[in-house]
Protein backbone atom coordinates (compact mmCIF):
# COMPACT_ATOMS: atom_id res chain seq x y z
CA UNK A 1 0.00 0.00 0.00
CA UNK A 2 1.49 3.32 -0.74
CA UNK A 3 1.84 5.63 2.35
CA UNK A 4 0.45 8.94 1.70
CA UNK A 5 2.54 10.59 4.69
CA UNK A 6 6.19 9.98 5.25
CA UNK A 7 7.53 11.28 8.44
CA UNK A 8 11.11 12.04 8.13
CA UNK A 9 13.18 12.60 11.64
CA UNK A 10 17.15 12.70 11.36
CA UNK A 11 20.08 14.11 13.35
CA UNK A 12 22.56 16.64 12.90
CA UNK A 13 24.90 16.44 9.84
CA UNK A 14 23.22 13.08 8.29
CA UNK A 15 21.89 14.66 5.30
CA UNK A 16 18.21 14.02 5.97
CA UNK A 17 16.53 17.33 5.15
CA UNK A 18 18.31 16.86 1.31
CA UNK A 19 16.83 13.23 1.43
CA UNK A 20 13.53 14.47 2.44
CA UNK A 21 13.41 17.23 -0.30
CA UNK A 22 14.22 14.51 -2.75
CA UNK A 23 11.69 12.24 -1.51
CA UNK A 24 9.01 15.05 -1.68
CA UNK A 25 10.36 15.69 -5.49
CA UNK A 26 10.39 12.23 -6.26
CA UNK A 27 6.64 11.15 -4.92
CA UNK A 28 5.32 14.83 -5.99
CA UNK A 29 4.27 15.45 -2.34
CA UNK A 30 4.61 18.64 -0.28
CA UNK A 31 8.01 19.22 1.81
CA UNK A 32 6.17 20.53 5.15
CA UNK A 33 8.73 21.34 8.03
CA UNK A 34 8.42 25.73 9.35
CA UNK A 35 4.70 25.20 8.72
CA UNK A 36 4.18 23.04 11.63
CA UNK A 37 4.99 25.53 13.70
CA UNK A 38 3.95 28.57 11.71
CA UNK A 39 0.89 27.61 11.28
CA UNK A 40 0.09 27.08 15.20
CA UNK A 41 1.88 30.46 15.88
CA UNK A 42 0.83 32.47 12.98
CA UNK A 43 -1.81 34.25 15.66
CA UNK A 44 0.54 35.11 18.18
CA UNK A 45 2.05 37.49 15.59
CA UNK A 46 5.59 36.37 16.71
CA UNK A 47 8.26 36.46 14.41
CA UNK A 48 9.81 33.56 12.37
CA UNK A 49 12.99 33.61 14.81
CA UNK A 50 10.64 33.90 17.58
CA UNK A 51 8.66 30.82 16.02
CA UNK A 52 11.90 28.66 15.36
CA UNK A 53 12.88 29.22 19.28
CA UNK A 54 9.03 28.38 20.94
CA UNK A 55 9.68 24.69 20.69
CA UNK A 56 12.55 25.26 23.19
CA UNK A 57 10.84 28.70 24.75
CA UNK A 58 7.56 27.93 27.82
CA UNK A 59 7.34 31.45 27.92
CA UNK A 60 6.73 32.13 23.81
CA UNK A 61 5.24 28.69 23.95
CA UNK A 62 2.48 30.18 26.86
CA UNK A 63 1.55 33.22 24.29
CA UNK A 64 1.29 31.05 21.54
CA UNK A 65 -1.33 29.07 23.02
CA UNK A 66 -2.92 31.64 24.71
CA UNK A 67 -3.27 34.08 21.59
CA UNK A 68 -4.69 30.61 19.55
CA UNK A 69 -7.47 30.63 22.53
CA UNK A 70 -8.62 33.94 22.32
CA UNK A 71 -8.95 34.14 18.88
CA UNK A 72 -12.62 32.82 17.77
CA UNK A 73 -12.79 30.27 15.24
CA UNK A 74 -8.93 29.27 15.47
CA UNK A 75 -7.48 28.96 11.61
CA UNK A 76 -8.46 29.76 8.73
CA UNK A 77 -9.91 26.02 6.71
CA UNK A 78 -10.85 24.17 9.98
CA UNK A 79 -8.69 24.55 12.44
CA UNK A 80 -10.52 25.10 15.83
CA UNK A 81 -8.00 26.26 18.47
CA UNK A 82 -7.90 23.46 21.35
CA UNK A 83 -9.90 24.46 24.63
CA UNK A 84 -6.66 25.72 27.05
CA UNK A 85 -6.54 24.76 30.59
CA UNK A 86 -4.29 27.53 32.67
CA UNK A 87 -2.00 24.91 34.34
CA UNK A 88 -2.00 21.68 32.08
CA UNK A 89 -2.03 22.75 28.43
CA UNK A 90 1.60 22.32 26.55
CA UNK A 91 3.47 23.37 23.12
CA UNK A 92 2.68 19.86 22.37
CA UNK A 93 -1.00 19.77 22.08
CA UNK A 94 -0.89 22.23 19.56
CA UNK A 95 2.53 20.74 17.07
CA UNK A 96 0.36 17.43 17.79
CA UNK A 97 -2.78 18.84 16.44
CA UNK A 98 -1.37 20.52 13.41
CA UNK A 99 0.70 17.33 12.57
CA UNK A 100 -2.53 15.36 12.29
CA UNK A 101 -4.04 17.85 10.48
CA UNK A 102 -1.48 17.58 7.77
CA UNK A 103 -1.43 14.34 7.77
CA UNK A 104 -5.07 14.15 6.92
CA UNK A 105 -4.79 16.11 3.73
CA UNK A 106 -2.32 13.67 2.63
CA UNK A 107 0.17 13.56 0.06
CA UNK A 108 3.02 15.16 2.14
CA UNK A 109 6.73 14.42 3.80
CA UNK A 110 6.84 16.01 7.40
CA UNK A 111 10.46 16.63 8.96
CA UNK A 112 11.33 17.00 12.07
CA UNK A 113 8.96 17.97 15.56
CA UNK A 114 8.31 14.12 16.11
CA UNK A 115 5.73 13.87 13.84
CA UNK A 116 7.07 10.03 13.95
CA UNK A 117 5.28 9.74 17.81
CA UNK A 118 2.20 11.34 17.14
CA UNK A 119 0.94 9.55 13.83
CA UNK A 120 2.69 6.01 14.88
CA UNK A 121 0.15 3.33 14.07
CA UNK A 122 -1.39 4.71 11.01
CA UNK A 123 -1.27 2.85 8.02
CA UNK A 124 -0.65 5.55 5.32
CA UNK A 125 2.44 6.93 7.27
CA UNK A 126 5.78 5.60 6.96
CA UNK A 127 8.10 7.08 10.21
CA UNK A 128 11.89 7.30 9.13
CA UNK A 129 14.99 7.94 11.06
CA UNK A 130 17.89 9.10 8.95
CA UNK A 131 21.15 9.23 10.98
CA UNK A 132 24.95 8.63 10.94
CA UNK A 133 27.66 8.29 12.89
CA UNK A 134 28.87 10.95 15.09
CA UNK A 135 32.45 10.81 12.83
CA UNK A 136 30.13 10.86 9.89
CA UNK A 137 28.12 13.64 10.86
CA UNK A 138 31.31 15.68 12.26
CA UNK A 139 33.05 15.42 8.53
CA UNK A 140 29.53 16.33 7.01
CA UNK A 141 29.40 19.71 9.20
CA UNK A 142 33.12 20.55 8.71
CA UNK A 143 32.67 20.54 4.76
CA UNK A 144 29.46 21.80 4.34
CA UNK A 145 29.68 24.92 7.26
CA UNK A 146 33.33 25.69 7.67
CA UNK A 147 33.58 24.90 11.36
CA UNK A 148 36.12 23.03 12.48
CA UNK A 149 36.56 19.56 13.92
CA UNK A 150 35.67 20.83 17.77
CA UNK A 151 32.94 23.04 16.42
CA UNK A 152 31.44 19.98 14.96
CA UNK A 153 31.85 17.85 17.81
CA UNK A 154 30.05 20.72 19.71
CA UNK A 155 26.93 21.31 17.35
CA UNK A 156 26.66 17.90 17.25
CA UNK A 157 26.47 17.48 21.13
CA UNK A 158 24.09 19.95 21.81
CA UNK A 159 21.57 19.32 18.83
CA UNK A 160 21.64 15.85 20.08
CA UNK A 161 21.13 16.90 23.51
CA UNK A 162 18.04 19.55 22.61
CA UNK A 163 16.84 16.46 20.69
CA UNK A 164 16.39 14.25 23.23
CA UNK A 165 14.74 16.63 25.54
CA UNK A 166 12.23 17.24 22.92
CA UNK A 167 11.42 14.04 22.47
CA UNK A 168 10.75 13.72 26.20
CA UNK A 169 9.11 16.74 27.02
CA UNK A 170 6.75 16.23 24.20
CA UNK A 171 6.14 13.14 23.66
CA UNK A 172 7.85 11.40 26.82
CA UNK A 173 10.20 9.49 24.81
CA UNK A 174 13.17 9.08 27.31
CA UNK A 175 15.07 6.46 25.10
CA UNK A 176 14.58 6.60 21.56
CA UNK A 177 14.43 3.59 19.80
CA UNK A 178 14.80 1.91 16.29
CA UNK A 179 10.90 0.69 16.62
CA UNK A 180 9.65 3.63 17.00
CA UNK A 181 10.58 4.03 13.03
CA UNK A 182 9.76 1.86 10.48
CA UNK A 183 12.51 2.68 8.51
CA UNK A 184 16.15 3.51 9.79
CA UNK A 185 19.01 4.49 7.73
CA UNK A 186 22.39 5.65 8.75
CA UNK A 187 24.53 7.42 5.94
CA UNK A 188 27.95 6.90 6.50
CA UNK A 189 28.41 5.55 3.27
CA UNK A 190 24.83 6.02 2.01
CA UNK A 191 24.13 9.55 -0.02
CA UNK A 192 21.20 11.17 1.10
CA UNK A 193 20.28 10.59 -2.67
CA UNK A 194 20.31 6.64 -2.20
CA UNK A 195 18.27 7.48 1.40
CA UNK A 196 15.82 8.98 -0.75
CA UNK A 197 15.70 6.06 -2.97
CA UNK A 198 15.09 3.62 -0.05
CA UNK A 199 12.70 5.90 1.27
CA UNK A 200 10.85 6.07 -2.17
CA UNK A 201 10.81 2.73 -2.34
CA UNK A 202 9.55 1.65 1.28
CA UNK A 203 6.27 4.78 0.29
CA UNK A 204 5.54 3.11 -2.64
CA UNK A 205 5.76 -0.53 -1.51
Known amino acids: MSRRVVCISRTLGAGGEEAAQQVAGALGYRYVDDEIVARAAELAGVSAGEIARAEHSQPLVTRIIEAMASVPGGFEGGFIAPPVAPAATTYSHV ?61 LETSDRERARYLDRFYKVQHELPTHYDLTLTTDTLTPAGAAAVIVAAARA
Do not use: F, N, Y
Not at 96 to 108: K, N, S, Y
Not at 143 to 148: I, K, L, P
Open 95 to 155: IEHVIRETAEAGDVVIVAHGASHPLAGRGDVLRVLVTASPAARIRRLVEQSGVDEAGGRKA
